[in-house]
């Protein structure tokens, strides 16, 4: 079955650099879009960016544009979220996300739009 697996989080000062990765199997990962969503205590889940199957394409929520890159490396099946400049505004629990199409069929920037999710990894930047 599809298992999407979320590591990297932690605890960090504000101004620090964390990456995630998304370590992902039991699908052809080469062909899928991939996400990054995050949802702080008390709020919903958002969007925070996309990078198409081939890595041609990025999407980036306005709140994370300059600090935050998403990568992939299909010969490893992971996907990453490298996160600069943190600010605790970015405390979250982060979840990556899986679809054939979401950028393709859909905008990619709605849970939604894709099927498979890992179990997050959470976030916590002090101030």
């Known amino acids: 079955q599809v298992q999407l697996v979320e590591s990297g989080g932690g605890l960090v000062q504000a101004g620090g650099s964390l990456r995630l990765s998304c370590a992902a199997s039991?699908?052809?990962?080469?062909?899928?879009?991939m996400g990054w969503f995050r949802q702080a205590p008390g709020k919903e889940r958002e969007f925070v960016a996309a990078i198409s199957w081939s890595g041609a394409s990025t999407y980036y929520t306005d709140s994370v544009k300059g600090r935050f890159t998403i990568s992939r490396d299909n010969a490893k099946n992971t996907v990453y979220l490298q996160m600069n400049s943190l600010k605790p505004e970015d405390t979250a629990v982060y979840y990556c996300a899986a679809d054939p199409g979401a950028l393709y069929s859909g905008t990619g920037f709605r849970d939604r739009e894709y099927d498979y999710w890992g179990q997050g990894t959470p976030v916590t930047v002090s101030s």
């Open positions: 039991g699908l052809s990962f080469s062909s899928y879009d």
